[in-house]
């Protein structure tokens, strides 16, 4: 499965919400383009299934089970991705969490906006904070950030969620900044509605979003995860090596629109 001419031959690459949907197909996508991944996501028993997958296939995997919102955790995965395979080239910081509770905002729990704003934007921060230190060592690396379409807009998404994806765009743009002339490349992906376990769960709970959520899609359908995983794949390779600050729309013409 490991391709040592790959677009990620010889790379290390963290990729977090590693257990389902733009994870997953990333982890496979990533390490058949020759790359060693760590995965991190909260279910151990699902990233053990998928590092053994991808190591049958003759890839090299390994995992580091934990909630990105949790700054230990964060570090954990880092250190375990140094500790198998000696570095940390690129990161592809992918977990997310958007809810399906559409309650209007002045009634919505707090728990959920806390726990929307938690996984989406300290989530991030925590994988910043915890990569950037191994690539400054190195003088080089790559940082992709999965954002949104609801980060330009109102998209119908819970009001913590958009809310949450701008964070996620700013704090690319800002890190990028930071970062470009230690080595550090920094993007974002801005994703269009996707068929993930989280837009499966919300369609399930409030079906009129079916629909909905491909009506401003000029190609009036949902992306595959793996689609997405090509953009990140892209942007942690050395082919994007003048692409930094950016939100690479990956939305079917949404932003277009």
Known sequence: MSDTTGMLAGKTVMITGASSGIGAAAARLFAAEGAAVLLMARREDVLKQLAQEIVDLGGRAAISPGDVSVP?????????????????????????????????LHELDQAVFDRTMAVNVSGTWNCLRSQIPVMLAAGKGAIVNTSSTAALGATGAPVPYVAAKHAVLGMTRAAAAEYAEHGIRINSLVVGTTR????????????????????RQMQKRMADPVEIAQAALWLCSDRASFATGSGLAVDGGWTAG
């Open 72 to 104: 230990e955790d964060t570090q954990r995965a880092v250190d375990a991705a140094c500790e198998h395979f000696g570095t940390l080239d690129a990161a592809f910081n992918n977990a997310g969490f958007a809810g399906e509770d559409l309650t209007p």
């Open 196 to 215: 993930t376990e989280m837009i499966e769960q919300a369609v399930e709970a409030y079906p009129e979003l079916g629909p909905a959520f491909v009506a």
